[in-house]
């Protein structure tokens, strides 16, 4: 069973930082590019940032919303996908959800990031 766990949302205040990190099970880690996306309470789901697969480039793709503040990093050992958040702004507040992504996509749960001003 395919398994996509997030964590590290909470509460911080504007210019704070905070990391996301995306655990992966039941899958082939290095042939899924892994992407975050988030969803603010009344809008639609929106691409953050993805990772490309480590069989290929492992190229780093991001929204311009997020460019220069977010960066999205992997740990190929422990089949982990960072999000380093920084300079959070209270507009990034949102549920944050991981997904995989090769001939089918799988999603997370979701977690939950505040950012207060």
């Known amino acids: 069973e395919v398994q996509l766990v997030e964590s590290g949302g909470g509460l911080v205040q504007a210019g704070g930082s905070l990391r996301l990190s995306c655990a992966a099970s039941?899958?082939?880690?290095?042939?899924?590019?892994i992407s975050w996306f988030r969803q603010a309470p009344g809008k639609e789901r929106e691409g953050v940032a993805c990772?490309?697969?480590?069989?290929?480039?492992?190229?780093?793709y991001y929204a311009d919303s997020v460019k220069g503040r977010f960066t999205i990093s992997s740990d190929n050992d422990a089949k982990t996908v960072y999000l380093q958040m920084n300079n959070l702004k209270p507009e990034d507040t949102a549920v944050y959800y991981c997904?995989?992504?090769?001939?089918?996509?799988?999603w997370g749960k979701g977690t939950l990031v505040t950012v207060s001003s």
């Open positions: 997904n995989a992504l090769r001939f089918k996509d799988y």
């Open positions: 990772i490309s697969s480590r069989s290929s480039d492992e190229g780093t």
């Open positions: 039941g899958l082939s880690f290095d042939d899924y590019a």
